[in-house]
């Protein structure tokens, strides 16, 4: 698959400096270089690419400017490419596939390519399931029948309830009330909006419980429940907190920003 890419600077050294370092990716095809926003956003609109490299202080529209204004069509995957570190966060609102900063480091552009490719690859699946539901629900609505029961069945595998034993006593905790899980050694404290409880199990073992499209490891020792958080707030060194409903706060790694991006819009 070629990822057809749009470059956006308004530096002409800053483009040919990434056309340079996105060579050895044999995938990637940069089909157009825009230097300004206005620029951007007709090329966004005439080529339809799947992925573009957006810088964010451009003289009249800037990056996100940009990225407002092809909303009204499937906008393609964005990366923010930039010298300013205070934009983090709003590139991550924007749902960027990553963050770069200027001068590009050659393992971090590597890396974005890899989620690039995971992405597309995502969306691809997606849109062939779509497609097939379609088809099946016209000539066989029997067979669209089971593959919708397939896809409930797969949510079910996940705990509804989850049981823990704390201090002499069994607490039956609902897993839509969770707001995050600590871990310390092979012990779990898990936290609802009013109380905390100590679950002995692995965080791997737990994780295999919950369903991973509400819970996601967000540092090494901390899973959130993404329905419970409220705000994004900035950190040093690309780091970020999570405001959850309760107040709390619970901090992102640099190793998990990309999960901010996944689920605020």
């Not at 092809?70 to 991550?92: G, K, S």
């Not at 393992?107 to 997606?126: F, M, N, W």
């Amino acid at each position: 698959m070629t990822i057809r890419t749009i470059l956006v600077d308004d530096e002409k050294l800053a483009i040919q400096g990434l056309q340079l370092r996105l060579e050895p990716f044999e995938d990637v095809e940069v089909i157009e270089t825009c230097q300004n926003g206005r620029e951007a956003i007709r090329a966004i609109k005439t080529l339809k690419p799947d992925l573009v490299f957006l810088d964010i202080q451009m003289p009249g529209f800037d990056g996100f400017s940009v990225v407002q204004g092809v909303m009204e069509i499937e906008p393609p995957l964005f990366v923010f490419v930039t010298a300013f570190q205070e934009h983090a966060i709003r590139a991550f609102e924007a749902n960027a596939v990553n963050y770069l900063m200027k001068p590009v480091d050659e393992d971090k552009l590597a890396d974005t390519i890899e989620r690039v490719r995971q992405r597309l690859a995502e969306k691809k699946s997606s849109e062939e399931a779509d497609r097939l539901r379609g088809v099946l629900s016209e000539v066989a609505p029997e067979a669209a029948q089971d593959i919708e029961g397939e896809d409930a069945e797969a949510a079910g595998r996940y705990e509804k309830l989850i049981n823990v034993k704390d201090r002499g006593q069994i607490f039956r905790v609902e897993v839509d009330t969770i707001e995050h899980i600590e871990a310390a050694g092979d012990y779990m404290c898990i936290y609802t909006g009013d109380n905390s409880l100590i679950l002995r199990e692995t965080m791997k073992d737990l994780e295999r419980r919950l369903d991973p499209r509400t819970f996601q490891r967000v540092h090494r020792s901390t899973i959130v429940n993404l329905d419970q958080v409220r705000q994004v707030k900035p950190h040093t060194n690309g780091e970020c907190f999570l405001v959850l409903d309760s107040g709390a706060e619970v901090k992102v790694s640099r190793s998990y920003r990309d999960v901010v991006a996944r689920f605020v819009h």
